[in-house]
Each structure stands twice: as C-alpha cells, then as structure tokens.
C-alpha cells in the first residue's frame, strides 16, 4: 500500500505503520539503542548582545494606552494584579535590543512625563530614554549612569539595521555643564533612523500604541520639559446642571494652593501645593453617539496626585445641586485671604481638607503633554523630516483604532438595550430615598452624598503639616534605616 495515501488507510494500518516507524527510529527508544549512536538534540546557545558596541541617542517616544488594562502606568518593584503601561513597554524595548535590560530603567535614563493611576487612560504619554541608534554620527556618545559615573563608548563602525539587532543606551547626560538648553542636537544622518514606532508597535499588545518618536537633546526630561499636561474627563449630562459646573470650574484658573482638592500623601513630604490651572473648561463630547456626553478639559502646568479626579468630583457635587458653585472658591481658601470672594456670595477658609470620595478612574485620560518645538520634534518613521523618502504608511495603525472604537459603539449599543430591558420592570434609583441620599452617577459608579451636603459640616483630616510630621516620626524613619541596611522604596511621581 502506498504511504502517500494515508488518507485512505484504515485505522489499523495506520497504528502498524506508526509502530513500524516507532521501531526504525533510535530517538523512539532510547533505552534499548547505544547511547553513542543517538544524536544530541540541543539548541544552540544564542549569541550575546554586547550593547555597547552599538551608537545610541536619546530620544522621546509618544504612546496612548487604554487604562482598565493595566496596573498604572509607573512600573512597581513588588508583584501587581495587572502588569503596568511601563513594565509592558520595557519588556518590549528589551525584547527589540532597543535597551539593555540587565541596567534597567536607571540604565537608559528613563523618565516619564506624567504618572497615571490604574484606570487611567492616555491619548499623548511622552516618555524619554536612550536608546540604539542606526545612525553612525551616534558612534561616539558619551554616557552618565545614575551614578554619575563618566565615560566616553567605544563603539564598531558597522552598525546593524535590522530590528531584530537593537541596542539600548545606558541613559547620557551631556558632560558639558555649561549646557543648560534642550535644544535638538543637529543631524547628518545619511541613512534613515531605526524605525522605533513600528519595531516596537509589532511587539506591542493592541492596547498600547507608539503614536511617534522624536530626537532630543542629552539634556532633555520628559517630565521637566513639559510645558503643560491636558487632561479630559468624559461624563454624561444627566440629572447635572452643567452650567454651575461651568461657574465651578471656571474658579479653578490661575495658581492657587490645591490641598483640598488632591490626596494627601505624607510619603511625599509635599510642602508646596500650589498649582497653576491654564484651562478649566467642560464642552459637549460632539462625536459621541450620545447627545448628553461632555468633558471637562483641563490645562495645567503640573498636577498633584490624584488632582484631577478630586476636582471632578467637587463638581459633580455641583452638578446635581448639593454644593453651590462657590465650594470650589472655599476649598482653594486654604488660609484667610488665600482667595478673594465673589460678590454676594461667602468665604469660607477650609484649612484642612474635608473627606469626601473622589470620581472614578476609568472616565480619566491624560490627553496631551505638550513640548516647545525646538525641543521636540514628532516623526512616525525613521526618516528626516521633509526626506524624499516617503513616510511609513500608518494605515494599519488607525484602521486598528478605528476597529477598537467600532467594536465600542457596538458595546454601546449593546449596554443602552440592556438598560432599556431592565427600565421596563425598574424604576430609576435617581430619586431622594428616605435616609436623605441621592444617588450622583459618576461615570459609571454610584457615589451616595447627603442630600444637604456641605464641605463645612464634612470631617477634616489632619493638616498637611501635622499629618507629615507624624509620618517622619513613625514610617519615614522606619524607611530611613531600611535604607541605611540595603532596602528602599519607590515615591516617584506626584501627578494624577
């Protein structure tokens, strides 16, 4: 019978033929065969990546990623639930030899612009870093660990292009002092940069995408460079006046002291809450299938933690007619004559900050980071700018936004009959109960505030000096000496 019509056999020609092939393979029984005749089956190991011998330059990535997948953005050093935006990102840029893993995030200077929470969406998060670099003007870069240690690279002329052979750099920092700018250092690149958008969307889940990348200086910070952060918050309309939150929200521009409308966290040691709020604006959502979807959209030169989402909450207060619009005015007066009142309407000074629950995360996106353009210049290949060479087609990239939105409607679509089924046996929970609450639907969660709600009435919690002086006293010099014995901790970021 022929072996090249095995879909004709039987089931028991089938089984004699495999026993056949069993016998006349040494591999198959090993115990009964020389072990010298039997071949080794072994990989080979692959060959190590010496970084560097490669060129490297610092460069600033810009990247959107949706909140609810991950465990914030900042990377932790213990185990999370979800793995975080940043540890997802290093992973890859490992992966593509784009950096060296064993130096770590210290290793190739890595900074943030600014720290989300889980939940919390991006549209524009910029990070910066060194990195390999294909073009031979970046042979002979100089480079800074976080040690400060000093030393010039020696690298080899012949430099790979494909992406498979990426390189990192251990961070640099330029050695001149006197050079205070972060200006774009100039290019003579001959040949086209390493791709960095689509070497590292290929590894990338679909829930993370690199938007564009862009030169930058030595000097450069992600997060000191920034001139302004751009936050959105979406909500519905419904059961809220939208202009009190309007006359509200129009109290946050200029710098004020924003303690009462942040967390306060005493491992911080923050002293200084003054922050300058540039727009404070809340507009129709004009896109959304839904008619009654705003956002408030939010400019600021810098953030406190968790400051966009207490300020969120204030104002839906507001919304649904449990605090007049001049709350906001009282919990920036921190002190007497911190602010100035409006007329017929009461100060009062709130010196420390009232409990109350701050709005919920997964409306919440960091929208934009915003760069002068003599320091950031955004590409989406590895061309120059006005290059002939034409542009990496992004089509690929937005049809795949455009597939997550399509499915999104759907789920829209989806949830809204549900909700229709279920309105035809139960009444809306928006009405006064007989404890005296209202129910304030705050972007897909139930906050329960008393129906005469004021800030004045509310427990206080510590003021920030008294609560940091505890905080030194008892975990600060805990952690202190954990320090002096080999341990640490990890407080960085004081953004939303």
Not at 105 to 124: F, L
Request: glycine fraction near 6%; charge should be negative.
């Amino acid at each position: 019978m022929s072996s090249s019509s095995y879909e004709n056999w039987s089931r028991e020609d089938l089984i004699a033929r495999l026993k056949e092939l069993e016998g006349s393979n040494p591999l198959a029984h090993p115990a009964e065969n020389d072990p010298q005749t039997i071949p080794e089956i072994s990989s080979p190991a692959p060959e190590s990546f010496h970084f560097a011998s490669y060129p490297r330059r610092k460069i600033a990535l810009r990247f959107c990623y949706s909140g609810w997948e991950y465990n914030g953005l900042a990377y932790q050093l213990k185990p999370t639930p979800l793995p975080t935006v940043e540890g997802v990102i290093f992973e890859a840029l490992s992966r593509a030899r784009l950096i060296d893993p064993d130096a770590g995030y210290d290793g190739c200077i890595w900074e943030k612009c600014g720290r989300t929470d889980r939940g919390v969406s991006a549209g524009g998060q910029v990070i910066s870093l060194w990195v390999r670099s294909a073009l031979e003007e970046n042979m002979d870069r100089r480079v800074s660990t976080s040690s400060a240690a000093e030393s010039v690279v020696k690298v080899k002329p012949e430099v790979e292009e494909e992406s498979s052979m990426l390189d990192d750099g251990f961070g640099s920092l330029s050695l001149n002092d006197d050079d205070e700018e972060h200006t774009l250092p100039p290019s003579k690149a001959s040949r086209p940069e390493l791709d960095y958008v689509a070497i590292l969307n290929r590894l990338l889940p679909p829930t993370i995408r690199m938007l564009a990348w862009s030169p930058v200086s030595d000097t450069f910070s992600a997060r000191f460079a920034c001139k302004y952060r751009h936050y959105k918050y979406f909500f519905s309309s419904e059961r809220l006046d939208i202009t009190k939150m309007r006359d509200a929200a129009s109290r946050l521009l200029g710098l004020h002291d924003f303690r009462n409308l942040c967390k306060l966290d005493p491992a911080k040691q923050i002293t200084n809450f003054e922050r300058r709020i540039l727009r404070a604006d809340i507009d129709p959502l004009d896109y959304s299938t839904a008619p009654s979807m705003y956002v408030l959209n939010l400019i600021g030169t810098a953030f406190l933690y968790h400051q966009v989402r207490h300020i969120m909450a204030v104002l839906l207060m507001v919304g649904r007619g449990l605090e007049h619009p001049s709350i906001v005015t009282s919990l920036l007066n921190v002190r007497e004559g911190a602010e100035q009142s409006r007329e017929g309407e009461s100060l009062q000074v709130v010196g420390s900050k009232p409990e109350y629950q701050m709005a919920d995360a997964l409306p919440l996106m960091l929208w934009d980071c915003a760069y002068s353009d003599e320091n950031v210049k955004w590409r989406t290949d590895g061309h120059e700018p006005g290059s002939d060479s034409p542009a990496e087609d992004g089509r690929g990239l937005y049809h795949l936004l455009h597939c997550i939105r399509s499915r999104s409607e759907i789920s829209l679509a989806l949830n809204q009959h549900f909700l229709d089924a279920a309105s035809m046996f139960f009444p809306e929970p928006w009405a006064t109960t007989k404890q005296g609450t209202v129910g304030i639907k705050a972007a897909g969660s139930v906050m329960e505030a008393t129906a005469v709600c004021s800030f004045a009435e509310e427990k206080k919690l510590d003021p920030v000096e008294v609560a940091n002086e505890r905080w030194r006293n008892g975990k600060g010099f805990r952690r202190d000496q954990r320090k002096i014995t080999g341990g640490g901790i990890d407080i960085d970021g004081d953004d939303e």
